[in-house]
């Protein structure tokens, strides 16, 4: 079913007119947001698909396709040094047969996320590579919540016709990713070309908008009720009435509060209690235990370093029964616990060095955005579609930031391919914005004397 949607998709974007070596880059996208060959049990998952689908697209990219406008930007070179440092980390990894299994596809990650703005060298490619994201995202989310409509899930338990719980398939990650589109979704209600925003496009991406919203309800995961809450806060920037727009969210949460599942509701009241709940409590000691590796380690101990971790943590256990049950602190060991965030991930793998590439990454991104956001304003103006897109955007990364606290997704492909379409926006724009100073500054002069 989720081919016969890649490859419907695929054929309304090559009518487009699309060159071939971008639909290899298309494929790429698919293949790795949505791991198809987790789906089949004989021949598929035995093929490296994902590397022969990247090395078609670089390929095919050098061979045929046109570099006039291609450039190679600071970000793009920060990229490429993170994975070079990842690579010096990796051989000298504190668990070398982890890390490199990781390193197998960290490298393909990173790499792909430098080439990819070189593809995007028009408002279509940028277009048809975000459009393709949120289908192939929308293929895993729809499912999701359809189940949840129909009273599945629970956290852990929602089945997403996978049972694999890593990648986009993971609860946490999922819910943030489901979150981060929903701006970028409301984009092309308002401004799509491939697709035109008639009353069916509209109406499947309310539809859509709809299960994202309903795939932290399903997954139960606090990360995804906590981006939720985000993106509700940043779309006050475009809300006109701002106290009716307030108004309404609160309206619409009060009145969806009866109809929550009870799985969802008692998973989110653990958030006013940390103390009690034993998941909360290992990340804590994980992330004291990895600050301290890191002034051992100030180089990181390369991929899963995590597996070395010793922890131990008090949690409060209800003793008994009644309206005044007592509380006791009951001490608990561990050892090799997940990092269970992006920022610590970085820390404890890759050291002060990394995270602070990593960041850089980010920070630069949000950055760039907010000039773009406020440079394309004008909804009337030639561009009046760049800065609605730089604010969605901008939006899905901050989504991502926070979810990324309490999720390890340091090296998400998902983000790494939204980071190379806010790249490709960015050298797209000035390019366009240098093109046109150029036009006004070779205007012929008027002769005087018509002048007079």
């Not at 009720?225 to 309206?251: D, E, H, Q």
Request: net charge positive.
């Amino acid at each position: 079913m989720r081919d016969l949607v890649f490859v419907a998709f695929l054929a309304a974007i090559f009518g487009m007119g699309l060159r071939r070596p971008f639909i290899l880059v298309l494929a790429y996208v698919y293949i790795d947001i949505v791991s198809p060959q987790r789906l089949t049990y004989i021949l598929l998952n035995t093929v490296p698909i994902s590397l022969i689908a990247v090395a078609m697209a670089v390929g095919g990219w050098l061979l045929m396709d046109d570099k006039s406008d291609s450039r190679f930007t600071p970000r793009q070179g920060l990229i490429v040094l993170l994975l070079l440092y990842c690579w010096g980390t990796t051989a000298g990894a504190d668990f070398p047969l982890d890390a490199k299994d990781k390193w197998d596809w960290v490298w393909k990650c990173l790499a792909f996320a430098a080439f990819l703005p070189l593809t995007l060298r028009t408002r279509l490619r940028i277009e048809a590579l975000l459009l393709f994201m949120i289908l192939s995202a929308a293929s895993i989310i729809i499912v999701g919540g359809i189940k949840t409509a129909a009273g599945g899930g629970g956290y852990g338990q929602l089945d997403l016709m996978v049972n694999n719980n890593s990648g986009l398939y993971e609860g946490s990650t999922i819910s943030t990713v489901a979150i981060a589109i929903v701006p970028l979704i409301a984009w092309f209600m308002r401004y799509g070309t491939i697709f035109p925003p008639d009353w069916k496009v509209k109406g499947f991406c309310l539809c859509l908008i709809f299960a994202c919203l309903l795939i932290p309800i399903g997954t139960s995961t606090r990360t995804g009720t906590l981006c939720t809450v985000l993106v509700a806060l940043l779309s006050l920037r475009n809300a006109k009435r701002k106290v009716l727009y307030v108004s309404l969210i609160a309206a619409a949460g009060l009145v969806a509060v009866p109809f929550l599942p009870a799985t969802f509701t008692d998973r989110m009241s653990t958030i006013k209690s940390h103390d009690a709940d034993e998941s909360a409590s290992t990340r804590l000691a994980v992330w004291q235990w990895t600050m301290d590796y890191a002034k051992a380690h100030p180089f990181g101990g390369g991929f899963e370093a995590y597996r070395g971790n010793r922890i131990r943590y008090e949690i409060k256990k209800v003793a008994g029964a009644g309206p005044a049950p007592g509380v006791t602190d009951q001490a608990v060991t561990d050892k090799a616990r997940g990092y269970h965030s992006a920022y610590f991930e970085m820390l404890g793998e890759q050291g002060y060095m990394g995270l602070a590439l990593w960041l850089a990454i980010s920070l630069i991104g949000l950055f760039r955005m907010e000039i773009l956001r406020r440079r394309y304003r004008d909804p009337e103006g030639e561009f009046g579609w760049a800065g609605p897109l730089a604010a969605a955007l901008q939006t899905a990364h901050l989504v991502y930031l926070l979810g990324a606290a309490f999720i390890a997704i340091a090296f998400q492909p998902f983000v790494y391919m939204l980071i190379g379409a806010q790249i490709g926006l960015d050298s797209y724009l000035a390019r366009r914005w240098s093109e046109t100073a150029q036009v006004s500054m070779r205007k012929p002069r008027m002769p005087e004397a018509a002048a007079a």
